[in-house]
Structures are given as structure tokens and as C-alpha cells.
């Protein structure tokens, strides 16, 4: 096979693998929170919510180290986990619509985070699978499929989900995503692993890496990029539906709006990199992020709300792409689902939190001071700069 067509087939799959997370997350971070309200629950029960089930991305530092260091049955360290991840996720989604979230909440709350446990291992091994085999050159180029390809699977689906949710049943929407995720498999079992060269290896020592304070640094940074863009994100269309009583049909169509800005984001994030360097692409990244969150502070109409969401999308967009790609260019190879793993583990964990203090803070204030007040916790990544790219281990 040409080489020019493997390369294509390669990055069409990570696409789709991301792709396969983004008609998930279409539900859980911008629609679960209007079928928990829809259920009689409230914004608080839904951060709570949230933040257990994104504990797996939180300890998905354990399937990093069993995916670098155990060859399962012979298939690889990537491809089987990726496979287990995939199917375990599509049975969840299967059984979703059989558990009332308001009727047995703990109940939910447990399936979800199998769900999430799923997501989380075919995730970390998705990453290691790419650490592994694209070359440092084209790793802005990757993050921008990754994150374009889970976002368009938040366009293709979200305003799908949202018109099924209101004319058809929520089960109609599980049962939907659970087929999405399937999408990914024909190409995954189609993958060969290339036996791992020995300067590749597992290797504990590796892990001194984290002793660098451009690393450290690095990590403040994903915790504060995440814990904005995930805290302002659940939030939107609850507060579109509270202040302006928009339908599900509604909430979806601007989901679909927001993805298409995440993807343009994606775009736009390996670009700034590629012509702007990482620090400078920081900064605008910064400008970008603190503007959009700042309009829906203040977001007078449902006529405006449309191009503030998808404002917003870019700039999330353009936050996780700058991340991963900082965050494979500081990775050791020896330790590449691990490392990297911990990296994605701090802005799971700043997630769960933007999540759980933005529910609670929507609650006590309002929608539009908690957006404003994340608007201006974007200034924490000022001081930050400096430290990140004081020393780099791979040149920016």
C-alpha cells in the first residue's frame, strides 16, 4: 500500500475513534444535564453527576502502564483494549434508557461510570497508539483530526439527539450513540501493531520526567484550560433553556453549532501552531477563550446566543488541541500511554471539578456570574507561561 494512503487510513481512523467519543460526549456534556432537569433533578445532582463519572479519566493512568507494558494475548498493546473499550461503551449505551436517572440515581451513576471506564481505556490507548506511530512533525496535525473528528461527531449527532429526545424518546438517542460507536471497529480490526523497537520499551525511570517544572507547569495549564472550557460548557444550554426557554430541538441545533466551532478551533489550533509557535499560540488561545466566555456572560438573545456558541466551540477547539499537541511533544516515548495518560488526567480532574463548582455556583449566583467568573480565571495562565517553556524537552 502506498504510503501516502496508509497515512490517510491512519488519521481516518484516529478520526473516527475520536469521532466515536464525540456522539458520546454530545450527550453527556452539553444534553445530559437537560435529561437530568427533565427527570426533576437539579443543576447540583448534575455536577455531582458529572464528576463521578469522569473519575475513570482520572485514574486512566493505571490502563496507560497496562497498555505500555502488557502485549494482551498477543494483538498488541493498543488494538485489543481499544476493542474491549468500544464494545463495553456500545452494551452501556444499550442499557442506559432502562435506568431512571430520578428512580435509582446511584444506579446511573455506576453505569455511567463503566461507560466512562470504557471511553476512558480505548481513549488512553487511541493516544499511546499515536504517540506510537506518528512522528513528531505531524503531531499538531494529528490533535487537530482528533479533536475535529470528536467535534464533528458532535455536529453530525447533537442536533439528531436533540430532535430524537423530543419527538421520539430518550431511547431512541442511547441507542443511537451505541451504534456510533461501532462506527470505529472495521478499521481497528484491520490495525497491525509493528513490534516495539527495544529504546521504546517500558521503562520505570522514564517516569523522572514529571520531575521537570516545565512539566509541572504544563499540567497548570491543562487544569486551567479544562476546568473553563468544561465548567462554561455544561453550563450553556442549561442556561439558554432557563433564560430564553429554548426547546430540546433548540439545545440541540446549538450543540450542532457549537461542535462546528470546535472543529473550526481544531483547525485553527494546529495552524496557530504551525505559524504563530507554541508560546504565542498560548497567547491567542487566551484572547480567544477569555472573548467567548465573556459573550455568554452577557448574552442578550437567543438571536446573539448563536454566533456567541460558536465562539465559544472554537475556542474550546482551539484550548484542547494547543494542550494535546504541548502535551505529546513533552511525552517520553518509553512511557507514551502513561505519561501522556496522567497528562489528559489532570484536565479530567479539572473537568470534574469545573463541573462540580460551576453546578454549584449556577445555582447560587446565576448562570451569567459564573460565566464571568470564569472569564477572568483565564488570567491564571499568565503567570504560567514562563515556567512552561523555560525548558522544553522537545524543541517548540
Given amino acids: 500500500m502506498p504510503k501516502s494512503r ?11 475513534l475520536y469521532f466515536a467519543q464525540g456522539t458520546v460526549l454530545s450527550y453527556f456534556t452539553a444534553l445530559n ?59 452501556c449505551l444499550l442499557v442506559a434508557p432502562f435506568i431512571d436517572p430520578a428512580r435509582a440515581y446511584w444506579g446511573f ?30 503531531q499538531g496535525t494529528i490533535q487537530s483530526f482528533m479533536v475535529a473528528g470528536r467535534a464533528l461527531g458532535v455536529v453530525l449527532t447533537a442536533s439528531v439527539v436533540g430532535l430524537l429526545a423530543e419527538y421520539v424518546s430518550w431511547t431512541a438517542v442511547f441507542w443511537l450513540l451505541a451504534f456510533f460507536t461501532l462506527l470505529p471497529l472495521p478499521m481497528v480490526l484491520r490495525l497491525r501493531e509493528a513490534a516495539r523497537p527495544v529504546e521504546r520499551e517500558f521503562n520505570w525511570g522514564a517516569f523522572r520526567a514529571f520531575k521537570n517544572k516545565s512539566v509541572i507547569a504544563l499540567a497548570g495549564l491543562g487544569f486551567v484550560f479544562f476546568f473553563i ?8 444550554n442549561p442556561f439558554l433553556e432557563t433564560e430564553f426557554d429554548i426547546p430540546l430541538s433548540t439545545a440541540g441545533m446549538l450543540t450542532t453549532v457549537w461542535g462546528i466551532g470546535v472543529v473550526l478551533g481544531g483547525v485553527a489550533g494546529g495552524w496557530f501552531i504551525n505559524r504563530l509557535g507554541n508560546r504565542n499560540a498560548v497567547r491567542a488561545a487566551l484572547v480567544v477563550t477569555f472573548v467567548a466566555v465573556l459573550a455568554l456572560a452577557l448574552t442578550p438573545n437567543t438571536v446573539l446566543a448563536w454566533p456567541i456558541v460558536a ?6 477547539g482551539v484550548y484542547q488541541t494547543l494542550y ?45 456570574w459564573t460565566f464571568a467568573i470564569l472569564t477572568t480565571l483565564n488570567l491564571l495562565i499568565l503567570p504560567l507561561l514562563p515556567a512552561v517553556f523555560a525548558r522544553k524537552p522537545q524543541a517548540n
Fill in 109 to 138: 451513576v455506576a453505569l455511567a461510570f463503566i461507560l466512562q471506564m470504557a471511553m476512558a481505556l480505548y481513549d488512553t490507548c487511541t493516544d499511546g497508539l499515536a504517540l506510537d506511530t506518528i512522528p513528531e512533525e505531524e
Fill in 6 to 16: 496508509q497515512k490517510t487510513l491512519s488519521y481516518l481512523m484516529f478520526g473516527l
Fill in 229 to 236: 472550557i468544561a465548567g462554561a460548557n455544561q453550563m450553556v
Fill in 324 to 368: 494535546y499537541a504541548l502535551a505529546m511533544n513533552y511525552t517520553d516515548p518509553r512511557i507514551a500511554a502513561s505519561m501522556f495518560s496522567i497528562l489528559m488526567a489532570v484536565t479530567n480532574v479539572a473537568q470534574g471539578v469545573g463541573m462540580a463548582i460551576c453546578g454549584g455556583l449556577a445555582d447560587a449566583v446565576g448562570f451569567r
Fill in 33 to 91: 444535564a437537560i435529561y437530568f432537569l427533565s427527570k426533576g433533578l437539579t443543576m447540583s445532582d448534575v455536577g455531582v453527576f458529572a464528576s463521578i463519572a469522569l473519575i475513570p479519566f482520572v485514574i486512566k493512568i493505571f490502563l496507560g502502564m497496562l497498555s505500555d507494558k502488557v502485549n494482551l494475548l498477543g494483538l498488541g498493546h493498543r488494538k485489543p483494549y481499544i476493542l474491549i473499550g468500544l464494545i463495553v461503551q456500545a452494551l
Fill in 311 to 316: 465562539l465559544f466551540g472554537l475556542a474550546y
